[in-house]
């Protein structure tokens, strides 16, 4: 990794779209920022196979990213591809491409024309090529690589003298080492352990302990370590959430929600069995999908089903919409068992009795108060009106009853009734009338208590009829 150009910026190439997306399309339905560019190389680009390219990565990791959150991602129904390619291999790449492989020194040249050397050409150029990118493994001149030729990331290309290479600065793959095997020159096998035993123990003592002991997380350190050390042969690189081994303090922290963990960012470490990336990414509206989603992704409602906004735009379960009224706040039926916002008005606490023609609670549908309200005097009034208004009205009709009891009394009840109050007024009764009569006004005077004040009125009212007599 260390003979990589820091200089050089990193690309992304996209394969597998549909063909009628271009540059300008990609870049919005990516949602590229300004700093990265979508191009579509003329030369690469087919109906069979469109290719495009993303320019503009500051470093690996960068694309990286981008490659695993859009990598099988579904643009109008077809699932593209993304791979990470530095510009300045895929330049020398492209420079191989274009020229010819010359022959090695030590193999003879064949000067003989052949149909098929144009065909084999290519195919060893495009094996040399793919082999050219992949770095050496640095563990497989040491064959301690746990990872086999064919698994491992990194390139294992054996030395032509793969069993006696005696070049300790060879840093292609060789056997590995066993100091216990018996040596096959004139030596003895027995001079050959002891020499291997006396070397073993000169390295030991010499060499002493490692200062971090069984924590030692360096795969080349060449001190001794305890029984059980085990560092990890990917350093910092190790992406294994599993693994056990000694990493270095720089590698990755594992997640603290692991395989709960729902950001679809997040730069930390996750066991296999975390969920994989939506293909809907940000346009998924599935309430209950527990795959990751971008940050861009409509967030859900906290009420969940129970939320009653009508104009909220977040994600609620499906079963939201059988439960929502479709009047929202204007529905005033009583009896509605729907879930309707705040603003709608509670129900009457007298639904059916209330009084008031201005109340603005529900009530019941057959719900007919007075307009009148306490001022409606007809008795034969069938609305609704207040118990107040009720008990005034029966206790008036109870008075005017025993008013008309006392009116009507007889004139012979009235005469006897005034014999025996015995008043002095009483004897001027006739006298009074006549004179009223002939002159309409008369001024009486008389003492205190002969009834003048009382009696008559009566006497007037009884002698005129109908007349209105003023006192």
């Not at 979508?38 to 680009?45: D, L």
């Not at 959430?241 to 963990?261: E, I, M, Q, V, W």
């Not at 089903?305 to 009047?327: D, I, V």
Request: hydrophobic share 20%; charged share 25%.
């Amino acid at each position: 990794m260390a003979s990589n150009n820091m200089s050089s910026k990193w690309s992304v190439r996209i394969t597998s779209f549909p063909p009628s997306m271009d540059s300008a399309k990609l870049a919005q339905e990516f949602r590229l920022p300004r700093t990265l560019r979508v191009s579509i190389p003329k030369t690469f680009n087919n109906n069979n196979n469109p290719c495009a390219w993303i320019n503009g990565f500051v470093n690996e990791e960068d694309a990286n990213e981008f490659v695993q959150q859009w990598s099988g991602a579904s643009i109008q129904g077809q699932k593209i591809k993304c791979t990470v390619s530095s510009r300045s291999n895929d330049q020398t790449s492209r420079t191989q491409f274009a020229s010819k492989i010359e022959p090695l020194a030590n193999q003879p040249c064949d000067s003989r024309p052949s149909s098929t050397e144009p065909k084999l050409t290519r195919n060893l150029t495009k094996n040399q090529v793919n082999e050219a990118k992949r770095f050496l493994c640095r563990y497989a001149n040491k064959g301690t690589c746990r990872e086999k030729s064919s698994e491992c990331k990194y390139r294992h290309q054996r030395c032509i003298n793969y069993e006696s290479c005696k070049d300790l600065k060879c840093e292609l793959a060789h056997t590995k080492p066993d100091l216990g095997r018996v040596r096959s020159d004139s030596c003895s096998s027995t001079n050959s352990f002891q020499s291997i035993s006396s070397t073993l123990s000169t390295n030991r003592t010499t060499r002493g302990q490692c200062r971090n002991g069984i924590k030692c997380f360096n795969v080349d350190c060449t001190f001794d370590h305890p029984d059980g050390w085990n560092p990890c042969i990917d350093g910092e690189q190790c992406d294994d959430y599993d693994c056990t081994a000694n990493h270095p303090f720089k590698r990755k922290a594992k997640c603290l929600s692991g395989s709960n963990c729902k950001n679809a960012d997040c730069k930390y470490l996750h066991p296999k069995t975390r969920a994989t990336m939506c293909q809907l990414r940000g346009k998924c509206e599935r309430w209950n999908c527990q795959k990751l989603h971008p940050h861009t992704r409509t967030r859900r409602c906290p009420n969940k089903e129970k939320c009653t906004n009508l104009e909220c735009l977040c994600l609620h379960p499906q079963e939201r919409s059988n439960l929502l009224c479709s009047l929202g706040g204007e529905c005033r039926e009583i009896s509605c068992k729907l879930n309707h916002p705040s603003e709608r008005p509670a129900i009457c606490d007298q639904p059916d009795t209330c009084s008031n023609f201005n109340c603005t609670r529900l009530h019941q549908s057959q719900w007919n108060p007075c307009e009148e309200g306490d001022d409606c005097r007809d008795e034969q009034c069938s609305k609704i009106h207040s118990s107040e208004r009720n008990l005034n009205l029966q206790q008036k009709n109870k008075k005017n009853q025993k008013t008309k009891k006392i009116n009507s009394k007889s004139l012979e009840q009235k005469n006897k009734e005034r014999e025996k109050a015995s008043l002095p007024i009483l004897c001027r009764r006739d006298d009074f009338c006549q004179r009223l009569e002939r002159e309409h006004v008369l001024i009486v005077t008389a003492e205190t208590g002969s009834g003048k004040s009382t009696q008559l009125p009566q006497y007037a009212a009884e002698h005129f009829g109908s007349l209105v007599v003023c006192t």
